[in-house]
């Protein structure tokens, strides 16, 4: 092979790696906002023409079409955008049909392992750069989350946390084992006032009573869809609680808490020291 052609062929196939076919970048659809942020933080928010409605950080992905919102996703509107190629975790909620129904479409679907603990959040990073080719990009990333993580504060005195699912009186959940919340609960030094269950599952009076946690932690959302603290209150069970008496009630955002991507550190120092 002459010295010329083969170096054209490399320079091809070094494009197509970095996100690009023969010249043209590829048409990413992201289906989970963790995944959203890491690509932005890779450079590739350009090739982005489509994501979920996690997908809320930074603020500048809110101009870009939204294909639904976890069992809503409809393999329909995602193929609509003419992506080259779809991208969503273990953790997206994507339903087996509409993973199916891509996988057929003759688009390149890829899933990501999601594990919610500080080595998934970068071994999460690291694996997105490269399938991307941007593992520079990638380590950058990751120094800066170590970074985070090494400043979040050990609590003198961990508290019982509880965490509340709301979208208004009539949808109210709250957070077991195994669930980003549980696990963010711990890499802050507290821990969680309920166990027992997986998973999330609806909040009664009585076990609310019986969990009797020092805080109480909503999305901001989720608080707001109760008009506020005086709303909470008035939830059955909530004002018996030592949250309740101490009106001890934090709230993040959704996505910022329960990320588990770039800014994992950053949001638990914040719910740490809210938490105080």
């Known amino acids: 092979m002459r010295p010329v052609k083969r170096l054209y062929i490399c320079f091809v196939f070094t494009l197509f790696m970095a996100g690009a076919s023969y010249g043209k970048a590829l048409r990413i659809v992201s289906a989970n906002g963790t995944l959203s942020e890491i690509l932005v933080g890779l ?129 109210l959940m709250v957070s077991g084992a195994g669930t980003s919340l549980d696990k963010m609960f711990a890499l802050a030094g507290h821990k969680n006032a309920v166990s027992g269950f997986n998973d999330f599952k609806p909040l009664t009076a009585e076990s609310l009573v019986a969990a009797n946690p020092d805080v109480l932690v909503l999305f901001s959302s989720g608080l707001e869809s109760l008009e506020g603290i005086e709303g909470l209150l008035k939830l059955p069970g909530v004002a018996s609680t030592n949250a309740g008496k101490n009106r001890k009630v934090v709230t993040m955002d959704g996505q910022f808490l329960t990320g588990f991507g770039p800014r994992l550190g950053k949001a638990a120092i914040e719910l740490s020291q809210k938490v105080k």
């Open 43 to 171: 450079g590739l928010e350009k090739q982005l023409v489509g994501v979920d409605v996690t997908s809320t950080y930074p603020a500048s992905l809110d101009k870009l079409p939204k294909i639904g919102h976890n069992r809503s996703i409809a393999a329909e509107g995602i193929l609509a955008l003419n992506p080259d190629v779809i991208i969503y975790t273990d953790q997206s909620m994507l339903s087996p049909t509409v993973v199916k129904q891509l996988n057929s479409s003759g688009k390149k679907v890829v899933a990501f392992k999601h594990e919610y603990s500080r080595e998934g959040a970068i071994r999460l990073i690291r694996e997105v750069g490269a399938y991307f080719n941007a593992k520079a990009q990638a380590e950058k990333m990751v120094t800066a989350l170590q970074a985070d993580l090494a400043k979040i504060p050990a609590p003198a005195n961990p508290k019982k946390l509880l965490f509340i699912y709301a979208r208004g009186t009539g949808t």
